[in-house]
Structures are given as structure tokens and as C-alpha cells.
């Protein structure tokens, strides 16, 4: 029996089998290159990864200003003022039960929402934007317009700024040097825009040049590349920039440098629950609006430690960049059925290089990680989920990333909404790395969208075809684990060492 226990803790104190490394990048990331059909995911999240998510200070309570958080008496008022009384800084809300009849708007940097944890402080909204404001129905006057915006707390800005100049010569995706016609009123370290119109070549350059975008999504999205980076040299008449180009950039598309001032920063939304009043869901596109979060136009800012119970939609992220979800969670107390919400987390409007990680979805909605139009270079990871569904959602979705996540089972991976007059579910480079099914079962074919990439994925077949889908199966997974932490601790190593 000594022997025999000898053995096994042998066997458990031998090394396990080491994972093979991915052609696309290597074991370091010797084999990749900005060129590479393995975009440059190591921008997502709060100030690019670069910083840790803040705790800024406590400045009021919200107690203080009349919130009761017994459960029955309506704090929404109370709520408002304090986030007109505060500048800047931390509003606390205690631990208790806090009635909200209505939408609580931030509009301005700086603030904090914080509660005493998850199932410690607890918003309580008994009733829906519907019932609240009245229904509402969307373009098309046959979908409730609920089902796709508003929220019980919102955070709004947008992009300001103004036109500076405009490229004269072509570069070419992977890049980091645009030549303009000026660069008087650029300065390194400036953050700059980058815009370029709807043509179709340019949409069909979104999908690698496979497909065609629709009539649609150039109406729809306007400008197909909405891009920001950060200016780190100007070379006479070009800047450089501290990350490469996600696409081609041509004159005739109209290529122009904006200056870039988001208007609202800074902002957090932490340690809380959402509970809804639980009561059946309504008919897919008709949500009647239970909905958590609903955040446009916000930049560096971040959601953390939040839980939603039987919401219609837990967070829409419309033309948000560099900002951080971590920690959310999603689950249902009192609704019942096939589906209990709409969308889970939702990146759309062109949103830039956030990250969503540490989520856990222990129901099943409509569409669960869903990206949409435009939107590019953000990234899914250590997330788990009953039967994620990867939700691309048509108009032109790009670069997007999913890796490190249990999706629990893998039957619902490809199911995807949006309109079909608005093409195909995604334009290029999607991009799964070391997905896990917990559950079992048996991934479905996978689809045929321009460039995938599917890394360390069971259940498939190698294909490497440099120009469509490239396939690297595998049982045990690929090195490295997760693709987004390899290249942003790459990044910040080389921009260590190149610092004097």
C-alpha cells in the first residue's frame, strides 16, 4: 500500500504533457507579426491593460442624501442627487434594498457607484422602462425598442473633437505610420481618430475581401472604420502610432485624422445586484425593458463585481472603448423557461478594445456575448456560461477575440442574430483560442466566416488555408492559455525595455 501511494503522488508531482504552441504565434510569439491573420488584441480594457482598475475614494453616501434601502421606499431621487452633488469620486450605497422607480443617469466623469458587495447591496426594480415610460417601438414599428436600449443605470458621453487633416498616402493593415497632409496640430502622445468612409471596397476589405458588405450596414454605420490610437512620434509629415492598423487605409476612402476627446471617463459602476421583478419574459423583440446597464459613448471606465437576476439585457456597451467588465454575473431567480433574457453582454456601435472578463452567465439568454456593429478588438475571456452562444450580430462586426471560456455546452456556439439585409454575421478575423465545453456534447460544424480563427478547440478538423479558415484543434488546448494575456504582457515587456 506504501508503494502504491508512493506511486500515485509520483504520477501527481509529474509535470503535465505541456501544450502545443499555436503556428499563429509560437511559444513566445516569435512566429507573429502586426501583419499576422492573429490580430493585435493586447489594447482591450481600462487604459489599454496598462493600469489596474482604480478605487478612487469615497466622497458621499447615498444615505446620507435620503436613500433608505429598506425595499419599499423609492430611493430614485435620492440616487440622482447624489450624483449631482459629486463632482468627483465615490458614492456609497450600504448595504441594503434599494427601491428604483426610474433610469439613474451619469453624465460626467469621475463618479463611482459602489455598494457593499453582490447580494449586499441589491437595487430593487419592480417595474420596466415600459411600464414606466410607455412602450416604444423601434424603426421598423414592429420590435419594442427596449429590447435594444435603455437601462436602469446609464452612463452617457460621446466622442469630441474635431477634423485636423487627412492621409494622402496609402498603408496597409499591421502599419503603425499614416503620412497626412499636415501634422501642424499633432503633438506625440496625442490621442488621434481615425475615420474612413462607407465605400464597398472598403467594406469588402472588412471581410478580408471574401465578402461583400451590405447596403445596410453603409447606411447604418456611416463610417466603417472608427478607429482610436495613440500618437507616439510625428516623422515629418506622418505620426506613428503605438499599435498597428486593424485595416487598410486608403485616400479615396476618405481616410481623415480627427483630434479625440471622449467627454465622459472615468466612471464605475461596482460591488452591487440588479434584482427585476421576475416576471415572464416576453416574446423575443419585445422585451419590455429590464435591462441593468446601458453605457454609451464612455471610455476608460469599468463594471465590476455586478450581478443581474432575471434581466431583459444585463449590459449594452454602444461606442465604448478601453473599458473594463470584470466580474459579472448573470442568473435567474424567478423566471423560468428555454430563455430568460435578451442579451447578456453586448458590445455594438463601433466599439473599441474593451474587455470582458471573469463572467459568469448561469442562465441561458436569447444571444449571451454578442458583438455588433463595426465593433472591434474586443475581448471575451475566463468567462463561463451554461450554452454560450457567440452572438455575431451582423453589420460588420471585426477582430473580435474569445478565449479562455467554459461555454459549458457547445450546441448553441454559432448561433447568431441580425437582420439578413444587414450581411454577414461578422467580417474578418473572429477569433476563438482554448474554448472548453464542460457540459460535453459535440461542437457544430463551424461556420465559414471570413479569416476565423479557432485555436484549441475540440471537436474539429485542421485546416490552415492562409486566406479563409485556419484550425488548429486540440483535446488538451494550445499555448499560450489565453492569447489576449500573452500579448499584452509582450506589449508591456517591450515597452519596458524601450524605455531609457
Known amino acids: 500500500m506504501k508503494i502504491r501511494l508512493t506511486l500515485i503522488l509520483l504520477f501527481f508531482a509529474l509535470p503535465l504533457h505541456a501544450a502545443t504552441p499555436s503556428a499563429l504565434w509560437g511559444e513566445h510569439g516569435e512566429k507573429w507579426t502586426p501583419q499576422s491573420r492573429l490580430p493585435d488584441f493586447s489594447h482591450a480594457g481600462y487604459h489599454g491593460g496598462e493600469v489596474p482598475l482604480p478605487a478612487p475614494a469615497v466622497v458621499t453616501d447615498v444615505k446620507k442624501l435620503g436613500a433608505l434601502g429598506d425595499g419599499t421606499t423609492d430611493d430614485t431621487a435620492a440616487f440622482r442627487l447624489a450624483i449631482a452633488?459629486?463632482?468627483?469620486?465615490?458614492?456609497?450605497?450600504?448595504?441594503?434594498?434599494?427601491?428604483?422607480?426610474?433610469?439613474?443617469?451619469?453624465?460626467?466623469?469621475?463618479?463611482?457607484?459602489?455598494?457593499?458587495?453582490?447580494?449586499?447591496?441589491?437595487?430593487?426594480?419592480?417595474?420596466?422602462?415600459?411600464?414606466?415610460?410607455?412602450?416604444?417601438?423601434?424603426?421598423?414599428?414592429?420590435?419594442?425598442?427596449?429590447?435594444?436600449?435603455?437601462?436602469?443605470?446609464?452612463?452617457?458621453?460621446?466622442?469630441?473633437?474635431?477634423?485636423?487633416?487627412?492621409?494622402?498616402?496609402?498603408?496597409?493593415?499591421?502599419?503603425?505610420?499614416?503620412?497626412?497632409?499636415?501634422?501642424?496640430?499633432?503633438?506625440?502622445?496625442?490621442?488621434?481618430?481615425?475615420?474612413?468612409?462607407?465605400?464597398?471596397?472598403?467594406?469588402?476589405?472588412?471581410?478580408?475581401?471574401?465578402?461583400?458588405?451590405?447596403?445596410?450596414?453603409?447606411?447604418?454605420?456611416?463610417?466603417?472604420?472608427?478607429?482610436?490610437?495613440?500618437?507616439?512620434?510625428?516623422?515629418?509629415?506622418?505620426?506613428?502610432?503605438?499599435?498597428?492598423?486593424?485595416?487598410?487605409?486608403?485616400?479615396?476612402?476618405?481616410?481623415?485624422?480627427?483630434?479625440?476627446?471622449?467627454?465622459?471617463?472615468?466612471?464605475?459602476?461596482?460591488?452591487?445586484?440588479?434584482?427585476?421583478?421576475?416576471?415572464?419574459?416576453?416574446?423575443?423583440?419585445?422585451?419590455?425593458?429590464?435591462?441593468?446597464?446601458?453605457?454609451?459613448?464612455?471610455?476608460?471606465?469599468?463594471?465590476?463585481?455586478?450581478?443581474?437576476?432575471?434581466?431583459?439585457?444585463?449590459?449594452?456597451?454602444?461606442?465604448?472603448?478601453?473599458?473594463?467588465?470584470?466580474?459579472?454575473?448573470?442568473?435567474?431567480?424567478?423566471?423560468?423557461?428555454?430563455?430568460?433574457?435578451?442579451?447578456?453582454?453586448?458590445?455594438?456601435?463601433?466599439?473599441?478594445?474593451?474587455?470582458?472578463?471573469?463572467?459568469?452567465?448561469?442562465?441561458?439568454?436569447?444571444?449571451?456575448?454578442?458583438?455588433?456593429?463595426?465593433s472591434s478588438g474586443n475581448v471575451f475571456e475566463r468567462g463561463s456560461g451554461v450554452s454560450l452562444a457567440l452572438d455575431h450580430h451582423s453589420n460588420a462586426p471585426y477582430e473580435n477575440l474569445f478565449t479562455e471560456i467554459d461555454v459549458g455546452a457547445p450546441n448553441r456556439l454559432w448561433i447568431c442574430g441580425g437582420r439578413e439585409d444587414r450581411g454577414p454575421h461578422t467580417a474578418a478575423r473572429t477569433t476563438l483560442w482554448n474554448i472548453r465545453f464542460s457540459s460535453g456534447g459535440k461542437l457544430p460544424p463551424i461556420p465559414h466566416w471570413p479569416q476565423i480563427n479557432v485555436i484549441g478547440v475540440p471537436d474539429c478538423t485542421a485546416i490552415t488555408t492562409p486566406d479563409h479558415e485556419w484550425i488548429e484543434p486540440s483535446d488538451e488546448g494550445v499555448a499560450p492559455t489565453n492569447i489576449y494575456r500573452a500579448q499584452l504582457a509582450r506589449r508591456l515587456n517591450s515597452e519596458k525595455s524601450a524605455r531609457p
Not at 465604448?320 to 435567474?332: D, L, S
Open 85 to 374: 452633488a459629486t463632482s468627483c469620486g465615490t458614492i456609497f450605497i450600504p448595504a441594503g434594498r434599494y427601491l428604483l422607480t426610474d433610469t439613474i443617469t451619469i453624465a460626467k466623469s469621475g463618479i463611482v457607484l459602489r455598494g457593499a458587495g453582490i447580494g449586499r447591496t441589491v437595487l430593487v426594480i419592480p417595474r420596466s422602462l415600459e411600464q414606466i415610460h410607455g412602450a416604444k417601438t423601434s424603426a421598423e414599428g414592429t420590435k419594442s425598442s427596449w429590447a435594444f436600449q435603455g437601462g436602469f443605470i446609464e452612463v452617457r458621453g460621446h466622442d469630441d473633437g474635431q477634423k485636423l487633416t487627412h492621409v494622402t498616402v496609402p498603408a496597409k493593415r499591421g502599419d503603425n505610420r499614416l503620412v497626412l497632409k499636415s501634422t501642424a496640430d499633432i503633438t506625440p502622445g496625442a490621442w488621434v481618430r481615425l475615420l474612413m468612409n462607407d465605400d464597398p471596397a472598403l467594406g469588402r476589405h472588412l471581410h478580408a475581401d471574401l465578402q461583400d458588405v451590405a447596403p445596410t450596414t453603409r447606411k447604418e454605420m456611416k463610417h466603417l472604420c472608427d478607429w482610436v490610437a495613440r500618437v507616439t512620434a510625428i516623422d515629418g509629415d506622418a505620426i506613428v502610432l503605438d499599435r498597428p492598423l486593424r485595416l487598410d487605409v486608403r485616400p479615396e476612402w476618405q481616410a481623415e485624422i480627427w483630434s479625440w476627446r471622449p467627454t465622459v471617463e472615468e466612471v464605475g459602476i461596482e460591488s452591487l445586484s440588479f434584482e427585476f421583478a421576475g416576471v415572464p419574459k416576453k416574446k423575443h423583440l419585445q422585451e419590455e425593458g429590464f435591462n441593468a446597464l446601458d453605457l454609451h459613448g464612455v471610455t476608460n471606465s469599468w463594471i465590476r463585481d455586478v450581478e443581474v437576476i432575471d434581466a431583459d439585457n444585463g449590459l449594452i456597451l454602444g461606442g465604448c472603448r478601453f473599458c473594463t467588465i470584470e466580474g459579472f454575473v448573470a442568473r435567474a431567480a424567478k423566471r423560468t423557461g428555454k430563455e430568460t433574457g435578451h442579451h447578456t453582454l453586448w458590445a455594438t456601435g463601433k466599439s473599441q478594445d474593451n474587455l470582458f472578463t471573469g463572467f459568469k452567465i448561469a442562465t441561458i439568454y436569447h444571444h449571451e456575448l454578442t458583438v455588433e456593429g463595426c
